[in-house]
């Protein structure tokens, strides 16, 4: 802990605990037959026709596209591997009011409502975080809105010393 000088946490799932914690464990069977048949876009957008993306349905042609591009960049066992770790790590909350480096803690105004309670959860959490809501971005707001976020970054790290 002090090695780090700063912490930045972008649509971040740290400190997500209990029954919100999304489970495709069950859908992971249909998830790898769509990735073998159509690659990481199908598993994108079989995720999307279920709803387990909203903030990718409800956003606009462009965007979901580009969505979809950056989540094909994951392989199919770095996505099955990410969805297990998450579901079945402890919650890190405790551990993250510990913390006496600034903090800046940044999800999109359009991230999922799951996301949007941890990030509420996060500020609330961590002392003296800075807590930023990008306007026009969703769960990726570094690649939704890259000025936007590059703006926010530069000013945050340019604080820190």
Known sequence: ??????????????????PEREDLSEDMQALR????????EAVFDLLVAHGKRPQAAETTAERRALLRREFARTSFEGFEFGALALRT????????ATLTCPVLVVRGEDESPMLVKVSDDLAETIPGVRHEIVPGAGHSPQFETPDAFATLLIDFLSGVH
């Open 89 to 96: 790590r402890r919650d890190t909350l405790n551990d993250l």
């Open 1 to 18: 802990r002090e090695h780090v000088r700063a912490l930045v946490l972008v649509g971040s799932a740290g400190g997500a605990s209990g």
């Open 33 to 40: 037959a769509a990735c073998e048949e159509g690659g990481m």
